[in-house]
């Protein structure tokens, strides 16, 4: 089993800046691919960003691409969203996941979530 715990939202005025951090412990060399994820009231869980192992590929979804980063960090099992130029339209719930096989952008490709973290972007 793997476990996630995200940590680093909170409320920010537009234009501001934000670091996520999701700190995985277990088995964490089972650990292939860890994704950011969103959710906003009344809307469906929203792709993000990935990173997999190999090469160290990253995807980043259209919607925050040039300002939003996932990083990971291998030797403390921590994936990071830094998050600049937030708008109020980014405001929601991100969650972090973890898949221990090459996954993409469904979240029904990933086998362990966190429990969320609140982010909140306003005028």
């Known amino acids: 089993q793997v476990r996630l715990v995200e940590s680093g939202g909170g409320l920010v005025q537009a234009g501001g800046s934000l670091r996520l951090s999701c700190a995985a412990s277990?088995?964490?060399?089972?650990?292939?691919?860890m994704a950011w994820f969103r959710q906003a009231p009344g809307k469906e869980r929203e792709f993000v960003a990935w990173f997999s192992g190999i090469g160290r590929n990253t995807f980043h979804a259209d919607s925050i691409k040039g300002r939003f980063t996932i990083s990971r960090d291998n030797a403390n099992s921590t994936a990071y969203l830094q998050m600049n130029s937030l708008k109020p339209e980014d405001t929601a719930v991100y969650y972090c996941?973890?898949?221990?096989?090459?996954?993409?952008?469904?979240?029904?490709?990933?086998?362990?979530w966190g429990q969320g973290t609140q982010v909140t972007v306003s005028l």
């Open positions: 277990g088995r964490t060399l089972s650990i292939y691919t």
């Open positions: 996941a973890a898949s221990p096989r090459l996954a993409f952008t469904s979240p029904r490709a990933y086998d362990y």
